[in-house]
């Protein structure tokens, strides 16, 4: 018992130990880009969105592809055609998305693809494509090492002038290319006729503007400007939202159904997970469960009942037998029990079984030599009692003589 319960201190102990460590040890920040609503992490978009909310009155983050939006549209889901935003790493289309993404631009969207590298099918039909002239380390080995950051230009018009924004390179490491296309009959859209709104600090555009249909695509190649840290980076919020200004006040609906999150399954418990509450509420059950068990499985003393023997009633009930069957005086009926418990007792002592038949010579032998007794005495009390037991009758002194008989030749083989 003692030892259980030190073994129980120490555990606790312990658990509180590595608990207040991990509570105490600095956090360690994820690089990895999720572009997620939830993420608070560098390049999660819990900050953007937030601000994003807080700035647009018609801003809202879904979970639908590009023919969901399209039906939801066309069926009067707001009375301005949206605009919709993608902020992925890289965005992948299918046949059915690229159908209705052009439906959407034709029916008077906006729609706003941020990525570092865009959809084959798009990059085709338009002429264009995503690259990178340089290599760049981890990009927390770089802040570790305090590296420069590079220009950002974004350029003026009549109401916004012309802004330079400083950034880390790993912020903007890819920009936009003409792509070639000499063994095509048919050309795609002509890069030309694209309107440029920022450039790196090698004149390369990371952003442009096209018509297409009723609405107007933006091509942008900078998704990690729209994270957390970049929008936490210095002034360069400003960045992020100059571009969501291209929109002109259209209700914006950023779309996160493509890239990552589109291969993540929904389940009751990863939504339990992501509402902090219920994600404490879980885990407070679940260590209450597990001390639960640290503390009932331990075993217990009891107390222990004194059982008392049961007693031995096989003398009570020879004695009411034998005063029923003496109130009766049946001698006959009292021999023919006692001969056949004594006959029980010689095939169990001397394996010899006179129960069905008459005793023969070698039994007398036999007895006689196991018990001492003569064979001349053994011989007539065993004649005379297995007469008595065919006729059932016996008188009182002969049921005497018989029990003693009986009596005296199983005392003396035991």
């Not at 442009?208 to 609405?215: D, E, P, Q, T, Y």
């Not at 990552?260 to 929904?266: A, L, T």
Request: overall charge neutral.
């Amino acid at each position: 018992m003692k030892g259980g319960r030190l073994y129980m201190l120490i555990l606790g102990a312990f658990l509180v130990v590595v608990f207040l460590s991990e509570l105490a040890a600095p956090h360690k920040f994820s690089w990895k880009p999720t572009f997620d609503k939830r993420d608070k992490e560098p390049f999660g978009c819990y900050v953007f969105d937030d601000v994003a909310k807080s700035s647009f009155a018609d801003y809202k983050v879904v979970n639908q592809t590009f023919y969901r939006l399209f039906k939801a549209d066309s069926s009067g889901f707001s009375s301005e055609a949206p605009a919709y935003l993608l902020i992925e790493s890289f965005l992948t289309f299918t046949p059915t998305d690229f159908e209705y993404f052009f439906k959407l631009l034709e029916n008077g969207s906006d729609i706003m693809l941020c990525a570092e590298d865009f959809p084959y099918l798009l990059e085709d039909s338009i002429g264009f494509s995503t690259t990178s002239e340089r290599w760049l380390k981890s990009i927390y080995d770089y802040l570790q090492e305090k590296g420069v950051r590079d220009s950002i230009f974004y350029g003026g018009d009549t109401l916004k002038p012309e802004c330079t924004y400083q950034v880390y390179p790993h912020l903007h490491n890819k920009y936009l290319r003409r792509r070639t296309f000499e063994d095509k009959e048919e050309q795609p859209l002509r890069f030309d006729s694209a309107s440029m709104l920022s450039f790196n600090a090698y004149n390369k555009p990371l952003a442009m503007r096209l018509h297409i249909g009723k609405g107007r695509l933006f091509l942008v190649s900078t998704p990690l400007m729209f994270t957390n840290f970049g929008i936490l980076d210095g002034k360069n919020a400003e960045y992020a939202f100059r571009l969501l200004s291209e929109f002109q006040g259209k209700p914006i609906i950023r779309t996160d159904a493509y890239g990552k999150h589109g291969e993540e399954p929904q389940t009751p418990l990863r939504y339990v997970l992501s509402v902090p509450p219920l994600k404490w509420a879980i885990y407070t059950a679940l260590i209450t469960l597990l001390l639960f068990m640290a503390f009932t499985a331990r075993r217990r003393q009891r107390v222990i009942p004194v059982v008392a023997a049961p007693p031995n009633r096989t003398l009570g009930f020879m004695q009411l037998i034998s005063n029923l069957y003496y109130q009766q005086h049946d001698n006959g009926e009292i021999l023919k029990m006692k001969y056949r418990y004594f006959c029980s007792e010689l095939k169990r002592l001397a394996v010899t079984d006179i129960t069905d038949r008459a005793p023969e010579e070698s039994d007398f032998e036999r007895l006689a030599e196991l018990s001492g007794i003569e064979t001349d005495i053994i011989r007539p009390l065993l004649k005379n009692i297995s007469m008595s037991v065919y006729r059932s009758y016996a008188e009182d002194m002969q049921l005497k003589q018989y029990i003693d008989g009986m009596n005296d030749i199983v005392q003396n083989i035991k």
